[in-house]
Nanobody
């Protein structure tokens, strides 16, 4: 069983910063790509940023230059540093990881999601 726990959300003024964290726990063999998604009220969930197992990163256009995704493989944790926040960044942020586990000698892969953390940027 794998669980993802997020932290770091909150209320911040325009131009402020927040750092989100998401840690995975359980019987983990390895973790592939880690992602941060976000869902604003009344909108579909969208990808904000991802980081591959090799450290390659991709960002959605709205967050480029302001957000930085990073990972600590020893801690099974992904971070999202968010700077120069805008009201349109207000959303619930979800982490997502491709986790490999080992059961009875076999490696299995599955996607896991965090519970979401609210980020609110006031104008």
């Amino acid at each position: 069983q794998v669980q993802l726990v997020e932290s770091g959300g909150g209320l911040v003024q325009t131009g402020g910063s927040l750092r989100l964290s998401c840690s995975a726990s359980g019987t983990i063999f390895s973790i592939g790509t880690m992602r941060w998604h976000r869902q604003a009220p009344g909108k579909q969930r969208e990808l904000a940023a991802l980081i591959t197992s090799g450290g390659g990163t991709t960002y959605a256009e709205p967050v480029k230059g302001r957000f930085t995704i990073s990972r600590d493989n020893a801690k099974n944790t992904v971070y999202l540093q968010m700077n120069s926040l805008k009201p349109e960044d207000t959303a619930v942020y979800y982490c997502n990881m491709a986790v490999n586990t080992v059961t009875t000698g076999r490696v299995s892969s599955a996607d896991y999601w965090g519970q979401g953390t609210q980020v609110t940027v006031s104008s």
